[in-house]
């Protein structure tokens, strides 16, 4: 049976979820009909958004059967299923496991520590959110270490978990582009990140919108 | 070329993430050589660990090859090719996309939900956390509806991602069962939850170690 064709994908530009997925899009060369999704406006909350997707998150992806995929990683698997090269999940089993393993590390201990600082400590996000700085600051004093992870892991490789770009990189440059929102910058001695962030940043894929 | 195999599982009984790639491992009937690290010991912070695994996290499964993997997902999906029956990430790509996205969905807004409560309330956990109290009763405040959530999803099915156990359930009963450590439980109302939660616990591969 053929697999369930994307009919349309939900998305917020400048979100970092969003964003990851894009860049993924971009770089398979698939063309897929978007509608945007406005957050700030709590268009994600509303009931139409929510009777078709299931829940108040971007991006999502609608197939010709109805499904709807929510959650990047979970969107890229499908679509890397439709449209396999560029190959950016793994070739064989030893090597997706271990992209998925750098995708996880890089999402959830930098890119959510540098979410919760802009969400609990950024005055623009306490309509969105309950905050506490406390937290906020806990997470700012992580972020370092946590980069310095990454910049370990880039000495002597252009790529962070494959001989080519994978997901792993995608989710890195979000992250480290995300720092600006909180007004920090990858730190001085960071050289193998910073070299490979500015070779990510050269990518027609990644650029702002 | 074969795949590396296994040569030691490096865990921590009772701790969630460990025991989501436990019942994995007993439902896949597969034996590895296993290595218990006492976390409260910080036995996952010093040297011979962090030199062969990479960070100071469990769980971790080392290869033949001399590659360790982290990340119970990560783990879980090289796992699954070794060992692809029982199969539990999902058949084709529209299954395989789907369990990942509710295996995601209830890690990341269920049970990393549970475990801020646990970290920033429990006075146990002051000697591994900076606590903040605010950030735990903000968490804590959540937990119903994130649990809802997974109660209408169950409404008329027997698991929660496919017609048969998959990864999804699996992270699904471990978070649940996380609620006991923060004196909590599921709502009497939440019917269909309550009853797959009956349904998994029945299950070997989830009595408490």
């Not at 009919?7 to 860049?23: D, E, G, K, S």
């Not at 890397?80 to 070739?91: K, V, W, Y």
């Not at 999402?107 to 506490?132: D, G, K, S, W, Y």
Request: proline share 7%; hydrophobic share 40%.
């Amino acid at each position: 049976m053929p697999l369930p064709q994307p009919v349309c994908y939900y998305h917020t530009p400048r979100a970092p979820n969003p964003r990851r997925t894009q860049i993924f899009i971009d770089e398979k060369g698939i063309e897929i009909p978007r509608v945007e999704v406005n957050l700030m406006e709590g268009a994600h909350k509303q009931a139409d958004y929510l009777n078709k997707v299931g829940i108040s998150q971007v991006p999502a992806l609608e197939l010709s059967d109805g499904t709807v995929l929510v959650e990047s990683p979970a969107i890229c698997r499908y679509l890397e299923a439709l449209h396999p090269e560029p190959n950016m999940l793994g070739h064989d089993a030893l090597e997706q496991s271990y992209v998925e393993m750098w995708q996880r590390r890089i999402e959830l201990r930098l890119m959510v520590t540098i979410a919760q600082v802009f969400r609990h400590t950024n005055p623009r996000m306490a309509a969105l959110e309950t905050q506490c700085p406390d937290w906020g600051a806990v997470n700012a004093g992580r972020i370092d270490e946590r980069l310095a992870e990454l910049d370990r892991q880039l000495q002597g490789r252009d790529w962070i978990a494959a001989d080519r770009l994978t997901i792993a990189d995608i989710t890195g440059v979000v992250a480290v582009d995300f720092l600006h929102l909180i007004k920090r910058e990858i730190p001085e001695g960071m050289t193998a990140l910073i070299a490979w962030h500015d070779r990510m940043r050269a990518r027609p894929s990644t650029a702002l919108q």
